[in-house]
């Protein structure tokens, strides 16, 4: 892997977490280079990366730099990514595949997970338990969940997918009607998912990744 691929993970990571909110200036070039002792060269290229996942954007003249990107960039790297006009994506077409590509990125999670990626991964776990009886909420917190897991691939086509699908199902809460959905379960089965990617690859891994159901349905 790089040292621009590295870096660009790592900036990822912080931004996914919500170390920077939308609109955030991470700073210049050169701060960045200053700050992960890197060439210029290498802070150029992850920015590239980042940008093209549509997670910054660069601002020219005084007060400029680079910026975390808004939800409205987000959406517009969504459609250049997925080839989707949003009146015509389907919430379970994506969610089909978002689901099929689930397995890939828990296993790439529990390859490269870190102590402080598992910290962060039960954090967010125990607030999904606080909301489990508020779907909307619980599942805003539950795509947090999932853009963390994502993170920690190294896969750059997977990510990009991966993180274009979840912008658009996310996008669809504020219109979700939920059916049949069980917060207590639900949260039982992202802990264990959390506990067997902490441990690494095996069968426990593999029996967690089997029993992360799909979302219920939504009208």
């Known amino acids: ?130 909301r489990r009886d508020d779907p909307a909420g619980y599942f805003s917190l539950n795509w947090e969940l999932h853009r963390r897991l994502a993170a920690l691939s190294q896969n750059l086509p997977l990510k990009a997918i991966y993180g274009a699908l979840i912008d658009y199902l996310e996008t669809e809460l504020d219109h979700a009607v939920y059916h049949r959905f069980d917060g207590a379960a639900n949260v039982a089965v992202h802990r264990e998912l959390v506990v067997a990617i902490a441990e690494g690859s095996g069968p426990r891994l593999d029996a967690a990744i089997a029993a992360h159901a799909p979302l219920p349905p939504l009208d």
């Open 1 to 130: 892997m790089s040292r621009a691929a590295r870096l660009a993970g790592e900036l990822e990571r912080e931004i996914l977490a919500d170390a920077y909110s939308p609109g955030e200036r991470l700073g210049t070039k050169e701060e960045l280079r200053e700050r992960f002792g890197v060439a210029v060269a290498t802070v150029t290229e992850a920015l590239r990366l980042l940008e093209t996942r549509g997670l910054t954007e660069a601002r020219p003249g005084p007060g400029g730099g680079i910026f975390v990107a808004g939800q409205v960039k987000r959406l517009t790297m969504m459609h250049n990514v997925l080839g989707l006009d949003s009146d015509a994506a389907v919430y379970r077409d994506c969610l089909a595949v978002r689901d099929a590509l689930e397995p890939l990125i828990c296993r790439d999670a529990a390859h490269n997970r870190r102590a402080q990626d598992v910290r962060v991964l039960e954090a967010i776990v125990a607030r999904m338990d606080e």
